[in-house]
């Protein structure tokens, strides 16, 4: 596709289950960030993937959150044991390498938990 | 700690006239802006960016002003249109790294 696309679109989800947010970057793109956007916030950076190297996992707010990013392509954020503060829109940027400035973003998964 | 700040949640402008959106950072390492902007229900989009080693950008409608030792940054629009309402993210960038500091938004309306 010509944009980074992120599935599910919604989630709703309650307060202790498991949920897995799936980001397809930009072909070609090598680096991929999560971020999140609560309610009122800005966007908070989470965890960056640059080709093969070892993820910058310094924003994930608890060891509850988790993301892999498979063959250098599709990345999987994971959050176990859901709690009502992780909702917020989870957002998915690529770019076409680490120093590129533009990030660009997919439309973002919004996740509720009840 | 709110290193970037966006101290005007909102803002509201007639169409033809000028839109300033305003931008605050405290990390003295930050040496790249940028400004997104984002519609209802769609990822930020990319809209214009500076490096410290400039005090202005311009690039179409937009221009974007860099004050370092005030630590400060503004996105000029001019003439506004009603398709720019939509939220505006400013964004910052230690040199030499890839991390983006995002404010928290303003709000644009332009009105009719």
């Known amino acids: 596709g010509a944009g980074v696309s992120q599935s599910p679109s919604n989630k709703v989800t309650e307060k202790g289950k498991d949920v897995e947010l799936r980001c397809d970057p930009i072909?070609?793109?090598?680096?991929l960030y999560w971020y999140r956007q609560s309610l009122g916030q800005g966007l908070e950076f989470l965890i960056y993937?640059?080709?093969?190297?070892?993820?910058?996992k310094s924003g994930l707010p608890s060891d509850r959150f988790s993301a892999e990013r498979t063959g250098g392509s599709v990345s999987t954020l994971t959050i176990q044991r859901t709690q009502q503060e992780d909702s917020a829109v989870y957002l998915c940027?690529?770019?076409?390498?680490?120093?590129?400035?533009?990030?660009?973003f997919g439309p973002g998964t919004r996740l509720l938990v009840l | 700690d709110q290193q970037v700040k966006q101290n005007s949640p909102s803002l509201s402008v007639q169409e033809g006239r000028i839109s300033i959106l305003n931008c605050d950072y405290t990390?003295?390492?930050?040496?790249?802006f940028l400004w997104y902007k984002k519609y209802p229900a769609e990822g930020p989009t990319f809209l214009i960016s500076?490096?410290?080693?400039?005090d202005k950008n311009e690039d179409g409608r937009f221009t974007v002003f860099l004050n370092k030792s005030a630590k400060h940054l503004s996105l000029h629009i001019v003439p506004s249109q009603p398709g720019d309402s939509a939220v505006y993210f400013c964004?910052?960038?230690?040199?030499?790294?890839?991390?983006?500091?995002f404010g928290t938004g303003t709000q644009l309306k332009v009105e009719l």
């Open positions: 990390n003295s390492m930050f040496d790249y």
């Open positions: 964004a910052a960038k230690p040199g030499g790294g890839n991390k983006l500091t």
């Open positions: 993937f640059q080709g093969n190297s070892a993820p910058d």
């Open positions: 500076i490096s410290s080693i400039k």
């Open positions: 072909s070609g793109h090598t680096a």
């Open positions: 940027a690529s770019s076409l390498a680490g120093w590129e400035e533009t990030q660009y």
